[in-house]
């Protein structure tokens, strides 16, 4: 593991494979399930013909089941990578929110996205602000997410489900009333979509304006320095 | 009052033979979903166990679970109060009034002592030391634990005992408050419902009667054989759910020709109840069949869930009143606005910074 005053030049090993891959089958996994999650908050334009001629919304909501399960074993998939893997692996489910130089890193990042830095610092992994970015707004919502989409699905499941028994206390806990998760459900998109923008904007500006590549490093794993100054 | 008296005694007194005592041993038994076989489990609880006292409370309500009560047609309700049970208390429809009636309720708590069973229908208010809800000359609460106290199982009626209702809606100033919250140590059998349906209501009282104990119930307290599925699960509509068809406007096509009701707001994906199987007044309807979503009665704080005939809850932060895709359409807005900007406030910095900074980038690296 490399120490903070070791200056960071050349390529370096940063992303594994199985981390990348996560990624992009965990980005193209939102992409399905806000749009089909947005349709099931607001229905399309009624089809014509014979109910037992169509299954629209039916097809809707399996891609959303099935995109539901493909993300939530991602995210143990992701966890269980975060548990074995490096210290930039483990950076969004355990930050370093203990370390002094992080929050410093923090302000700093901050100064630079508000051009009152000159240049921004080199990570390996992710800059502490971004971390704290994906912790709050990628790890935890993906658990909200999981756990009221979880509680919904075992309402379809039935009562005697394993999905109820490994979800059914989460109704309880919005208040026994699970119209409730639909609501958190719904801002919990929101949440993540928001987070999803910030992500591509700052991926890219970073790219091009950072002292370290982005956008390829998420592709080949590989994280070049663009200059062999120091931090 | 005679309390050793059997169902059975009893209705063989009034006329009815053998032969309808069977068959509606047998109506119960379905309309309970038990098989064939439990009728006669039935039958026997009816002509040996004698008549269970019941005691029916009312506290902050509107009576509407009792309406509902005296018009069940599976057992009919006649059967139930007359014969099955021994009603001895009940402020609504008993004889005795005043002295009287407070009398009777002291002689159940006295002679029956963990034996009878409690139906209560309303909930007590607790602000004020429970002075928004007077009964007999004090307060409900008082007069609601007392009687628990010696109860042998407690039936909370409708969403008001269950959950707290309208009266216990944002931002309920008698503080009313659930039952099962003033009750300790008992049992406590739920029946949700703004009413509950009439046939659930006598069925839960049949079953307790006829197994001496009380029906399996789900985490939240209610009984599974009638709440364990929601509305939505057996909607006659919901072939129209998954074929994407819905209503738009009360007034369109879509409601004429009977589609899903989801678009404007039918709470019935998020009900747990069986008004969609047993349905209403001797299984003619129930709300969605006659072309109203349902507003979910029967779960907990459905007043604060509204509104009704919207598919997305209000949420009020900061005095503001708003849903979710109104909130979410304006922070995506501000966030876009704000990329826009922050993206060509960096394009012009890059801009200037162009040909000095980079020669002496490129100093650094020669050297």
Not at chain 2, 197 to 218: G, H, K, N, S, W
Request: net charge negative; charged share 20%; hydrophobic share 40%.
């Amino acid at each position: 593991m490399s120490t903070a005053h070791e200056v960071k030049t050349g390529t370096v090993k940063v992303y594994s494979a199985g981390i990348r891959a996560w990624h992009w089958i965990n980005a193209l996994a939102i992409l399905v399930l806000a749009v089909t999650g947005f349709f099931i908050g607001a229905p399309p334009p009624s089809v014509p013909g014979e109910a037992s001629d169509n299954f629209l919304f039916g097809y809707i909501r399996f891609v959303h089941f099935a995109a539901g399960y493909v993300i939530t074993i991602g995210f143990f998939a992701r966890a269980y990578m975060a548990l074995i893997g490096n210290h930039h692996e483990r950076a969004i489910f355990w930050p370093d929110f203990h370390k002094k130089e992080f929050w410093d890193g923090a302000l700093h990042q901050l100064r630079w996205y508000a051009f009152l830095e000159k240049e921004p610092r080199k990570y390996v992994g992710h800059n502490p602000l971004s971390t704290i970015a994906m912790f709050f707004a990628y790890t935890l919502a993906m658990i909200v997410m999981i756990l009221t989409g979880g509680a919904m699905y075992a309402e379809g499941a039935g009562m005697d489900s394993w999905q109820t028994f490994l979800f059914g206390w989460v109704e309880s806990l919005v208040g026994d009333n699970t119209f409730f998760l639909h609501t958190i459900h719904h801002v919990g998109m929101y949440v993540i979509l928001l987070f999803v923008m910030v992500h591509i904007y700052t991926a890219i500006r970073e790219e091009t304006m950072s002292r370290q590549t982005m956008i390829s490093a998420m592709m080949t794993g590989d994280r070049t320095f663009r200059d062999d100054r120091e931090d | 009052m005679s309390q050793t008296q059997t169902f059975y005694d009893m209705i063989r007194r009034q006329g009815v033979t053998r032969r309808s005592f069977a068959k509606f041993c047998g109506l119960t038994a379905a309309s309970l979903g038990l098989a064939p076989a439990y009728a006669q489990q039935i039958s026997h609880a009816l002509e040996t166990r004698p008549r269970t006292p019941v005691v029916w409370m009312h506290g902050l309500e509107c009576t509407c679970c009792t309406e509902s009560f005296i018009r069940s047609a599976h057992p009919l309700v006649k059967d139930v109060v007359l014969s099955m049970l021994s009603l001895d208390y009940d402020d609504t429809i008993m004889a005795a009034a005043g002295h009287q009636a407070e009398e009777i309720l002291q002689e159940t708590l006295e002679n029956h002592h963990g034996e009878y069973i409690l139906a209560v229908e309303g909930n007590p208010p607790l602000n004020e030391d429970g002075m928004y809800c007077i009964d007999g000359g004090r307060p409900f609460v008082e007069k609601l634990q007392e009687m628990a106290e010696g109860a042998k199982a407690i039936i909370a009626w409708g969403s008001c005992a269950s959950w707290g209702c309208v009266q216990a809606a944002k931002p309920n100033p008698t503080n009313a408050t659930p039952i099962d919250r003033v009750i300790r140590g008992k049992p406590i059998i739920k029946v949700p419902g703004c009413p509950p349906i009439p046939e659930v209501m006598t069925a839960v009282v049949t079953y307790i009667l006829t197994f001496d104990r009380l029906p399996e119930l789900d985490r939240q307290g209610r009984p599974k054989m009638f709440y364990s599925q929601r509305i939505h699960d057996k909607c006659y509509r919901r072939p129209h759910f998954d074929a994407g068809q819905f209503v738009e406007q009360w007034d369109d096509e879509n409601a004429r020709k009977g589609y899903c009701l989801y678009k404007m707001g039918c709470r019935g994906p998020t009900t747990y109840n069986a008004c969609s199987t047993i349905r209403w007044n001797e299984g003619v309807s129930f709300p969605i069949q006659s072309g109203h979503n349902c507003i979910g009665c029967s779960e907990d704080n459905f007043w604060d869930a509204g509104p009704f005939y919207e598919r997305l809850q209000n949420i009020n932060a900061f005095g503001v009143e708003a849903n979710a895709d109104k909130i979410g359409a304006a922070t995506a807005g501000i966030v876009g606005g704000s990329i826009a900007l922050h993206a060509a406030l960096s394009a012009v910095k890059r801009a200037r910074k162009s040909p000095a900074e980079d020669t002496k980038q490129k100093e650094t690296e020669n050297a």
